[in-house]
């Protein structure tokens, strides 16, 4: 019976599965929010950071920034006022390097590009 094999086997198959979830998510931790400044929290998400586009928008938000970069790495994102990283462009970067918020009061964003530098 091939029983035990499969078992044994179980948890480098988790393991796998685990690596492969947190290279599917971004090290870049993007916070959005309902004001201009953003104070007024709303939502976190982690995008791509490959400076891939990533379409994401969430209703009602007006400013984002880069809440969170991996420890000794820098971040950058590129945040657009339409889908596909297309229209208008806010940048931020990883604080202290300078400022973190985004902000299109009134639109918002449809779309990013984000990039961890190690």
């Known amino acids: 019976m091939h029983l035990p094999n499969i078992i ?3 948890p480098s198959i988790l393991y796998l599965l685990a690596a492969a979830g947190r290279a599917a998510a971004g090290a ?4 959005y929010y309902s004001d201009g400044g953003c ?3 709303m939502v976190s998400i982690w995008p791509f950071d490959t400076m891939s586009c990533y379409n994401w928008q969430w209703t009602g938000s007006n400013s984002a920034n ?4 991996p420890t000794g790495g820098s971040c950058y994102c590129q945040f657009y006022q339409a889908a596909n990283c297309q229209g208008g ?3 931020a970067v990883q604080v202290p390097f300078g ?8 639109y918002g964003f449809q779309s990013m590009r984000c990039n961890y530098f190690p």
Do not use: D, E, R, T
């Open 8 to 10: 044994s086997l179980a």
């Open 28 to 31: 870049v931790k993007v916070n």
């Open 39 to 41: 104070s007024a929290f």
């Open 66 to 69: 880069i809440a969170g970069c």
């Open 89 to 91: 462009a806010h940048s």
């Open 99 to 106: 400022p973190s918020c985004a902000s299109n009061w009134g």
